[in-house]
């Protein structure tokens, strides 16, 4: 016998036989907090800047090599230059005081020697005085004088007659880069010429002037290196050559 099913029944059964399963929320993704660094403030930047710039100062200081104070000499003596004759050399036969017969004066370095002149060499190519660097000889300053000359000769005669009796400064010429001659005349209105060559194998300050019936010609010679490090003294030493009484 069929039954007949109420729709009541037929309701409740297909609700409970269809039921949906409800899934759990799925919690949002983990996300790692971010941390914000603020930017270092205007005095700790002043602050970083100035030790860094200490420190390359310091460093700069330590690694460069400063200059010896004994390389370049801040004072200078008085050289009294007689020009006395090779019979008379040293003094003998007349006055032994440089300072009251001195015919002329340059200044020298402090530190600087003094080199023995000859009378063969006095003699021979008028060599008076010379004075040289300990530490590089071939850096000096000397004086020769010509007796007979009362007055100067035209600037280009007078240098090449020095070279004929100078080998030195011969070849010192023959490869110059440059030679320069300009005239110039002293508080008492004397006249001096001066003369400056440039070249490879160094440099040279020369000043010539007439006076006492001789011509005095006073010498600054110096290698390339030691010119381009001494070249203010070197000039002084030339500046203050002159003749007197």
Known sequence: MASILHPSSLLSSTSSSSTTTTKPPVPPPFSRPQS???????????????????????????TTSLPCLADSPTSFNIYYGTAASAANYGGYGGNSDKKASAEYIYDVPDGWKERLVSKVEKGTNGTDSEFYNPKKKTE?????YLAGFRQLAPKDIILNNLALSDVNLQDLIANADGVTSEERKDENGQLYYDYEIDGVLGHSLISVTCANNKLYAHFVNAPAPEWKRDEGILRHVHQSFKTVG
């Open 36 to 62: 914000t660094l603020s930017p270092p403030s205007k005095p700790l930047l002043t602050k970083l800047t100035t030790t860094l710039t200490a420190t390359a100062i310091a460093t700069t200081i330590l």
């Open 140 to 144: 000096k300053e000397y004086l020769t």
